[in-house]
């Protein structure tokens, strides 16, 4: 039976952030089980790959503390040599730690019961939590000491350093559109491309689109084409990891003309290849590319 490449345990202390690192992990494509008692850890990893996996090899994150059933941490690190010892798998041990007076302030700000003190005050379940997962906290390969980190700054270096070969890239697509049949829905950058010359008052160019090669020259030979579109290219490659650093799941980038059918296509086709050169991979579509052509939207023609 495939069982993942890649495993890791997130424990630590409650409110130090299990939360943020197990909703990061989702997000950059690992598999996520959260409070799963340790007896259903052999029974999880047998259960076979979900539908639509991209392969066998997506990691794998458990999320376990104080609220998990049956919650023994000496118990925890001998199952997890022995399932070491059994499979010949290293399962990761994550322990996020916290000062317990950034702690008590988190839970007085957010006015949670601690766990292990539902009727005493927080800093009592903190200190008993604490010599609690002294083991798991000895026991962890890493750890990260979230006292002086927000949530994004959390979710940031667990991005950074779990993300792994195109895990977390953002589903980034390209679409053309015409401005007369309104805005895309979900677009994050919208580039208006009715400043270039258009191909629809040409009588001969006027059937085709942006993917023919004569409609392409066209609008290329526009004096105002390469600077412009090159500058948006330049855009796009400044913003794209910046998205990706803040953990954006989609991206959409907009192309607008009046009609959706020459500019808008053209320029859309190119900024594709463009990105997929330099090492993105966005998906290219043209929602308005089989509208019929229509003087009336089309406005009055423009001569340069």
Not at 53 to 73: V, Y
Not at 140 to 151: C, G, H, K, P, V
Request: net charge negative.
């Amino acid at each position: 039976m495939t069982r993942p490449k890649d495993i890791l345990l997130v424990t630590g202390m409650s409110g130090a952030g299990k939360s943020t690192v197990l909703k990061t992990l989702e997000d950059l494509g690992w598999e996520v089980v959260d409070n799963l008692p340790l007896l259903l850890l052999d029974r999880l990893l047998d259960a076979p790959i979900p539908e639509g996996s991209p392969d066998d090899s997506q990691p794998l994150a458990i999320g376990i503390g104080a609220r998990t059933r049956d919650f023994d941490p000496e118990r925890i690190v001998r199952r997890i040599r022995e399932f070491r010892d059994r499979h010949g798998l290293e399962i990761g041990t994550l322990f996020l730690d916290c000062s317990a007076a950034e702690l008590e302030r988190r839970y007085s700000e957010t006015r949670r019961r601690h766990p292990l003190a539902l009727d005493r005050p927080a800093i009592d379940g903190i200190g008993r939590e604490r010599d609690l997962l002294a083991p798991l906290r000895d026991w962890a390969n890493r750890l990260i000491d979230t006292t002086e980190m927000s949530a994004n700054e959390l979710a940031q270096q667990i991005r950074a350093n779990f993300s792994g070969e195109r895990l977390g890239e953002p589903t980034l697509s390209i679409r053309s559109f015409g401005f007369a049949r309104g805005l895309p829905r979900n677009a994050d950058l919208v580039f208006d491309m009715r400043f270039l010359r258009n191909p629809h008052w040409d009588h001969d160019l006027r059937p085709g689109t942006g993917l023919d090669a004569d409609v392409s020259a066209y609008i290329m030979a526009d004096p105002a084409y390469e600077a412009a579109v090159s500058r948006i290219e330049e855009l796009l490659m400044l913003l794209l990891p910046r998205y990706r650093a803040e953990g954006k799941s989609y991206v959409t980038v907009a192309i607008g003309c009046t009609g959706g059918r020459h500019r808008s296509v053209h320029v859309a086709e190119r900024i594709g290849r463009r990105l997929r050169e330099a090492g993105f991979s966005p998906s290219v579509d043209h929602r308005d590319l089989g509208a019929a052509p229509q003087d009336a939207l089309e406005g009055s023609p423009v001569v340069l």
